[in-house]
């Protein structure tokens, strides 16, 4: 990947290519997460970055972690692609407001900046180009975005019904998913939270007995 970002980039300045090749491992990570569970895991990571403005804005040359600012925005930025217009659309909004880049007067901002102005095409090259490493596949294509995506989720549960969460085939079979969907409400703050957090511990719970039995 960080060879990838190298080659690739190259309509973006130097600086800017060796950036992201220094925060491959970090990228990749955030990458396979959502492929995995989707807005949920953006917004989850949203909530662990989100904090003082020199923290959002900091930026350090031998450090792996992308900036704070540029990590956000790279997962909002890959629902999008994938999933079009949703609630990831007002975090980001949310975001770019409380940590306006354009009051900030930090030595990274104009790394910053151009980085993010990098982002579409960061997201394309993560996600959608092929890597040896993956047969010469992409990464969404051995594991499609789609699977979690909000609607895919809510079909899901449709089908599924109650099951979805005290079913031990259920729970054994979709678990990731069940992650996804969770997280999703959470994250969308829609409906009752303090049940959506009892039924993620209890079939996290049944999960576990499952994973005993076998």
Partial sequence: LAGAFMKQLTNHPPEVRQ?????????AADAFAFVHTGYASVAALHDVLSGSAQQVFMHHTNDPHPVCYVRVLMGTEMCRQFYGSGPWDELEEAFRSDYDIRKMRYPSID?????TAALPDVVRLILRDRYHAFNNNSLCKLIPPENVSPSSLQKLEYIAGPALFTSHAWIWKECIRLLALVGYRIATGEGDLTRYYRQQEEWMIRLGFTVELN
């Fill in 19 to 27: 950036a992201y090749a220094s925060w491959a491992s970090e990228i």
């Fill in 111 to 115: 790394l910053v900046q151009q980085c």
